[in-house]
């Protein structure tokens, strides 16, 4: 089988090629998969994306007019996919858990390092200003920690949390564990911190708004390393500039596919929104590296290759994506063979 990556990167590159063999050959573009390159999955049977590339309904149809088979997504979203257009048309699997400690540990670490203050501190102590003034944090014994999603990650974050002895609160539509499920109302008034870890869905598109950041405690914390859409940005930088929020902590960004990933340090950053909420001090934002481990790209690899070969071999597989169901992402063991 013959493979098209899009959007790799050299770490993608060297994680994959350690589990290629005589029966598959990679095909590696730097390029995202958009309409202008589309082209470049022509001759392949199958294409590799990652969570900025563009799969809808147009290059949807230039994959089947190619005689692409498969698409395999090496992250566990998909909503950059067009399912239910891809419904007898081309099959569609992604890898549901690659490291939920990866995820869950560098939001702790963007949730210490605000409220400690440790980037103020690095960045002082490089001019040999070893001055206290400003770098007052606080504790997070005993503060109240709302978690938005238990699924792996959210489990994940919320052992974290218990270790620093916070009190916990947990919001998912289908509860799933013995934690303590609140509305989405009682999580957004009570909690002292945020913490997203749900997919991005017609639901759960700008869940947090200028209405749900209104219930809101003044000086609230929201931590978000899953989607960017999950935040609503002007209503985010709004409630920062009026104090209700007293600090951000992203991974994500809603418009982050032209920006993120990329090395825009010679360019003017286009994005007033994004530009604005950097130059924040009470905001941390990275560069969507939170799944970025040595662990969670060998992970990523052998899944991806597995979803792969059970396509090959005409296997089911418990990671391809249910086209039909209405609940796309709770489908899963209710199967028991291919949608089509």
């Given at each position: 089988?013959?493979i098209?990556?899009?959007?790799?990167?050299?770490?993608?590159?060297?994680?994959?090629?350690?589990?290629?063999?005589?029966?598959?050959?990679?095909?590696?573009?730097e390029?995202?998969?958009?309409?202008?390159?589309v082209?470049?999955?022509?001759?392949?049977d199958?294409?590799?994306?990652?969570?900025?590339?563009?799969?809808?309904?147009?290059i949807?149809?230039?994959?089947?007019?190619?005689?692409?088979?498969?698409?395999?997504?090496?992250?566990?979203?998909?909503?950059?996919?067009?399912?239910?257009?891809?419904?007898?048309?081309?099959?569609?699997?992604?890898?549901?858990?690659?490291?939920?400690?990866?995820?869950?540990?560098?939001?702790m670490?963007?949730?210490?390092?605000?409220?400690?203050?440790?980037?103020k501190?690095?960045?002082?102590?490089?001019?040999?200003?070893?001055?206290?003034?400003?770098?007052?944090?606080?504790?997070?014994?005993?503060?109240t920690?709302?978690?938005?999603?238990?699924?792996?990650?959210?489990?994940?974050f919320?052992?974290?949390?218990?270790?620093?002895?916070?009190?916990?609160?947990?919001?998912?539509?289908?509860?799933?564990?013995?934690?303590?499920?609140?509305?989405?109302?009682?999580?957004?008034?009570?909690?002292?911190?945020?913490?997203?870890?749900?997919?991005?869905?017609?639901?759960?598109?700008h869940?947090i708004?200028?209405?749900?950041?209104?219930?809101?405690?003044?000086?609230?914390?929201?931590?978000?390393?899953?989607?960017?859409?999950?935040?609503?940005?002007?209503?985010?930088?709004?409630?920062?500039?009026?104090?209700?929020?007293?600090?951000?902590?992203l991974?994500?960004?809603?418009?982050?596919?032209?920006?993120?990933?990329?090395?825009?340090?010679?360019?003017?950053?286009?994005?007033?929104?994004?530009?604005r909420?950097?130059?924040?001090?009470?905001?941390?934002?990275?560069?969507?590296?939170?799944?970025l481990?040595?662990?969670?790209?060998?992970n990523?690899?052998?899944?991806t290759?597995?979803?792969?070969?059970?396509?090959?071999?005409?296997?089911?597989?418990?990671?391809?994506?249910?086209?039909?169901?209405?609940?796309?992402?709770?489908?899963?063991?209710?199967?028991?063979?291919?949608?089509?």
């Open positions: 089988m013959k098209a990556f899009f959007d790799s990167k050299p770490y993608d590159i060297s994680s994959f090629i350690q589990y290629k063999d005589e029966n598959l050959e990679f095909k590696f573009y390029t995202r998969l958009n309409i202008d390159t082209a470049l999955a022509a001759g392949s199958a294409i590799c994306i990652f969570v900025n590339d563009t799969c809808n309904a147009e949807i149809d230039r994959l089947v007019q190619y005689g692409i088979k498969l698409i395999v997504l090496r992250c566990a979203g998909y909503n950059n996919v067009d399912i239910n257009y891809c419904y007898k048309k081309i099959r569609v699997m992604h890898v549901p858990a690659y490291s939920p400690y990866a995820v869950s540990e560098h939001a670490a963007l949730l210490l390092t605000s409220v400690r203050r440790i980037h501190a690095y960045n002082r102590v490089r001019d040999f200003n070893f001055s206290l003034n400003d770098l007052t944090g606080f504790d997070l014994h005993n503060k920690i709302g978690v938005i999603g238990t699924g792996k990650i959210g489990k994940c919320i052992e974290i949390c218990r270790g620093f002895g916070m009190n916990i609160i947990a919001y998912d539509p289908f509860p799933n564990g013995e934690y303590n499920y609140v509305s989405l109302e009682n999580l957004f008034e009570n909690s002292d911190i945020i913490s997203l870890h749900c997919p991005l869905t017609d639901d759960t598109f869940l708004n200028t209405h749900s950041i209104d219930k809101m405690k003044k000086g609230v914390i929201i931590i978000n390393t899953s989607r960017g859409a999950l935040i609503d940005s002007n209503a985010l930088l709004d409630g920062i500039k009026s104090r209700k929020i007293g600090a951000a902590c991974d994500v960004y809603e418009e982050e596919a032209d920006i993120f990933y990329h090395d825009n340090s010679n360019h003017i950053l286009n994005d007033d929104t994004l530009a909420l950097i130059s924040m001090p009470n905001v941390i934002i990275t560069s969507h590296q939170a799944y481990t040595r662990e969670a790209l060998d990523i690899a052998q899944t290759i597995k979803n792969i070969y059970a396509f090959k071999n005409g296997e089911f597989s418990e990671n391809e994506l249910c086209y039909h169901c209405p609940k796309i992402e709770y489908c899963k063991g209710k199967r028991d063979k291919k949608c089509f």
